[in-house]
């Protein structure tokens, strides 16, 4: 167990990143639990059944990600580090892939058959949901910077 300055700042920076991740993670999942008892008034009765079963999954494994993080850096077990980053990593890329494909297809993603104001609020929608995506993938990147720093520092 190392004891420097440099070390204990990474540590600590590591765990509150973790607890944000865990925060993140809860709150998609509970957004995906309201999406699922809300009455939404949509045509395709699925959209918001899939949508909420997608977020409460990528919260559970965005919080399960958290939990093998904090646990690798209070035992500063390298093995947990590692599968640490591995998995922030696979969490940036899916999220930045779901940006970057949202951004390219966000016009043939809204229905062409609707009116004029349905498809630029589609439009509007997917930007949103584009920009918290790529903004979330940088949060990632964050925590990498961290794992990888206090790694290094052992």
């Known amino acids: 167990m190392r004891s420097g300055s440099?070390?204990?700042?990474?540590?600590?920076?590591?765990?509150?990143?973790?607890?944000?991740?865990?925060?993140?993670?809860?709150?998609?999942?509970?957004?995906?639990?309201?999406i699922l008892v809300a009455d939404f008034d949509v045509n395709d009765g699925k959209v918001p059944t899939i949508i909420s079963a997608t977020l409460i999954a990528v919260g559970c494994v965005i919080i399960i990600t958290g939990i093998?993080?904090?646990?690798?850096?209070?035992?500063?077990?390298?093995?947990?580090?590692?599968?640490?980053?591995?998995?922030?990593?696979?969490?940036?890329?899916?999220?930045?892939?779901?940006?970057?494909?949202?951004?390219?297809?966000?016009?043939?993603?809204?229905?062409?058959?609707?009116?004029?104001?349905t498809v630029k609020g589609c439009s509007g929608f997917t930007n949103i949901v584009a920009g918290l995506s790529i903004g979330c993938a940088q949060v990632m990147v964050l925590g990498l910077a961290f794992s990888l720093t206090f790694h290094c520092t052992k």
């Open 68 to 117: 093998t993080g904090c646990h690798g850096t209070i035992k500063e077990s390298s093995c947990r580090l590692l599968v640490f980053s591995v998995s922030l990593f696979l969490i940036f890329s899916g999220l930045l892939g779901a940006g970057v494909v949202m951004t390219i297809n966000r016009e043939s993603l809204c229905n062409s058959t609707e009116t004029e104001d």
């Open 6 to 34: 440099c070390h204990t700042r990474a540590k600590y920076l590591l765990l509150a990143f973790n607890i944000l991740l865990w925060l993140i993670g809860l709150a998609m999942v509970g957004l995906g639990i309201w």
